[in-house]
């Protein structure tokens, strides 16, 4: 179902790899509303030659750049602006962890490790948001997202440095947010609910995640395509005068002390 509610609006979205990635879907559902945008990925990721699909099924280009090279980010907002003017949306739906890649505890962590997953993780919404400053190319009551997870405020074992990565990139959105609102253009963060995709499913026992998680949820757990439609609300028209803040797409996970489905589990035993 369709309500033309991004007609005409232009954006960046980053982070579609494959057809589970959260940025996907909501390039589909943008794309369903009426927006046209350009599809961003780090090179490596390009290769893979998945995002051609995409981009063919929703009328966009796809223009590589890794999000931690400022270099790579002017090329690509350069383009934006010549194809589109002043942009509307951009959609930062990076994550990488190498210490969650190689399996290295929190409590042994690698430091090289941590700081390039950093820069990818968090930083990097820092330089997305400071070249689209420097160029000027965001319109007014445009709308800047970022996805995050829970961890950055309750500790989820095995999330390891992706914890403090997430803390750092909510940080980042209310910091910057409060600079964009002199150009009237709005920053949040909106935090998911466990969805298995390709960073998700990196994490150690994230099927334990996924089954608490649905269990602690009065709604259930938002699927990827759920998390789309909040996004297109976030993008649109109708959320003018949300910014900073860090918006929970979680079924009710994150007010939930327990649930009955939690409780009837322990009574059974
Ligand atoms: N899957 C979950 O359970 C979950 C829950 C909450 C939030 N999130 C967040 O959602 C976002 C998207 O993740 P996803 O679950 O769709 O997984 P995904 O693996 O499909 O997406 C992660 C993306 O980051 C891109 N990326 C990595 N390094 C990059 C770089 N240097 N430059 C540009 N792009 C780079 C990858 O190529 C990939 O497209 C991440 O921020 C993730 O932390 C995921």
Redesign the pocket.
Known sequence: MSYGLLKGKKGII?????E?????KVAERCHEEGAEFIL???P??LRMGELNGLAEKTGSEVIG????SIEDLEKLFDAATAKFGKIDFIL?????SINVRKGKHYTEMNYDWLEKGWD??AV?FHKVMRVAWEKDCMNEWGSIL????IAAQRTFPDYND?SDN?AY?ESIARTFGNYWGERKVRVNTV?????????????KG?GG?LGYAEDMSPLGNAT?LECADYCVTLFSDLTKKVTMQNLFHDGGFSSSGVTQRVISKYDAE
């Open positions: 980053f982070g579609a790899l494959n589970q990635s959260i940025a996907w961003s990925n780090a490596i990721a750049a890794d999000a931690t930062h739906s990076i994550g990488m990818i993780s990097s970022a996805l995050t997870y992706m997430k990139l935090s998911q609910s466990p969805t298995m995709t390709t960073a998700g499913s990196g994490v994230f995640f990827a």
